[in-house]
């Protein structure tokens, strides 16, 4: 596992990072979360990410209770807020940073957490009250670290215009892949240009980078596909004419000696700006092959190969 220091703060993180979205405490059954956890850790990943609003703080619990026989020094921990956890818990307000933040150790069983990141942004606090109210959190030791999720470029240049005499962020949390390439239009290089990272959401496409999905069949009943729970988030991403696509992109891979997930992974950390790739599991063999996509290099032949498959 190779690592990459996020942004402007002190913390390394691994390329591969391990989320919680959709699978620990709804999509999948304890012992599976918490072999998943075991393997990351097998593999030298040392990022995991979760949110408050994660199986409306089942994430968080299951997490706790697998991380508190852990050195805390050997994992680098994020969660979220922003999204409704009561009918009157919502948002980035200074009360509901300091509320949410405090519920979220708690069910973590933690002191603080590495990273703390605001879900979406939120329209209807000041900006300058959220970043004040992060910036508190941090100088209280609660959260060593602060950053975003799917925020525009003005967002984040206004955040930026907020700081000094605030804390700045570090992170930012965008969903990207080989289908997904939005944020390297304009948040990509903003993000550069002020010490912020990415670490993105969903790069395996909820799965269907891996290859597993073919055009016209039925998913098989152990994948995210065929899951009531997990399913959903899929979309227009299971139509059959992006898994003929995906189903090309598999030729390069083999001829590179890869995975086309781990193909998929590292043309993500081709890019410089992204610190680490956030990936989800419900086995544990998922978990080591995504880990091994660290470290695998694209040279420019195989970049141009991938672009004329999906192009």
Not at 258 to 267: C, D, K, P, R
């Amino acid at each position: 596992m190779e690592y990459r220091r996020l942004g402007d703060s002190d913390l390394e993180i691994s390329e591969i990072g391990l989320g919680s979205w959709l699978t620990f405490g709804s999509g999948i059954a304890p012992a599976d979360a918490e072999a998943c956890v075991a393997a990351a850790f097998d593999e030298g990943i040392n990022f995991v990410d979760t949110a408050n609003v994660y199986a409306h703080g089942a994430a968080e619990e299951l997490l706790g209770r697998v991380l508190a026989g852990r050195p805390r020094d050997s994992f680098v921990l994020a969660t979220k807020l922003y999204f409704p956890m009561s009918p009157t818990d919502r948002g980035l307000s200074r009360d509901q940073v300091h509320k949410q933040l405090d519920a979220s150790l708690a069910r973590l069983r933690v002191d603080f957490v590495d990273l703390y990141q605001c879900h979406r942004f939120d329209s209807e606090t000041p900006l300058a009250e959220t970043m004040e109210a992060l910036s508190e959190v941090v100088r209280a030791g609660k959260a060593r670290a602060i950053g975003f999720s799917e925020w525009s470029a003005d967002q984040i240049r206004a955040s930026l215009a907020l700081s000094p005499p605030n804390v700045k962020f570090v992170s930012s949390q965008p969903q990207y892949s080989l289908l997904h390439r939005d944020p390297e239009v304009d948040v990509f290089p903003v993000c550069a240009a002020n010490g912020i990272s990415q670490v993105v959401w969903s790069p395996l496409a909820q799965g269907v980078l891996t290859g597993k999905y073919r055009p016209g069949e039925q998913p098989a009943a152990d994948t995210r596909r065929a899951s009531t729970e997990m399913g959903w988030a899929m979309g227009d991403l299971a139509r059959d004419d992006v898994l003929e696509r995906v189903q090309r992109l598999g030729a390069v891979a083999r001829r590179l000696g890869v995975s086309t997930a781990q193909l998929a992974l590292a043309w993500v950390l081709r890019e410089p700006n992204v610190a680490s790739a956030i990936v989800g599991a419900s086995r544990p063999e998922q978990v080591r092959e995504n880990a091994r996509a660290s470290g695998v290099r694209l040279d420019a032949e195989a970049l141009a190969e991938i672009d004329s498959v999906l192009h």
